[in-house]
């Protein structure tokens, strides 16, 4: 029985990342399109290479602009960012930066993951005990900052 030979989804993913999603929109939109389909529904296997995930994320949103990208690939990039999965890491990644940001900046990512609340409630629930613990001390720590209070309870 010969060994089957598994695919190396890092270094297929390496690839689309440094050839075909370099390649001007004008050229071969299709397959520009294509390589994000494909980056975004294997992005997992990026865990371990945050470089590589920050990269795939600003191509796909940089592919959304209207002005310079062709229909295909924009729907291609709207997709790629809308995938759970990858709205699931952004927002676990400001929960994480609301628990080491200072008073002073800590606006920031409660109002982003407001955005989350608000738009993807779906992407929210697996993480709802954290949020709502991140919510509850930063209303105990603002309760007299009116401003901040109000947006925190529109949270509940």
């Known amino acids: 029985m010969e060994e089957q030979e598994l695919l190396d989804m890092n270094n297929i993913i390496g690839e689309l990342l440094q050839n075909d999603l370099q390649l001007p929109s004008n050229n071969l939109p299709f397959l520009k399109s294509r390589a994000i389909q494909c980056t975004s529904f294997h992005l ?11 990269q795939l994320l600003l191509i796909y949103v940089e592919h959304l602009n209207p002005q310079t990208q062709p229909v295909p690939i924009r729907l ?3 997709r790629a960012v809308a995938r759970d999965e990858m709205l699931k890491k952004i927002l676990v990644g400001m929960c994480q930066l609301a628990n080491e940001v200072s008073d002073e900046v800590m ?4 109002e982003s993951i407001a ?20 919510m ?21």
């Open 44 to 54: 997992f296997y990026l865990t371990n290479n945050l470089d590589a995930i920050k």
């Open 76 to 78: 291609y990039a709207c």
């Open 107 to 110: 606006h920031i990512p409660l």
């Open 115 to 134: 955005i989350f609340v608000k738009f993807s409630p779906q992407v929210v629930i697996p993480f709802s005990n954290e949020v709502i613990t991140i």
């Open 136 to 156: 509850w001390t930063q209303l105990e720590k603002f309760a007299n900052d009116h401003t901040i209070a109000s947006d925190i309870l529109m949270f509940f």
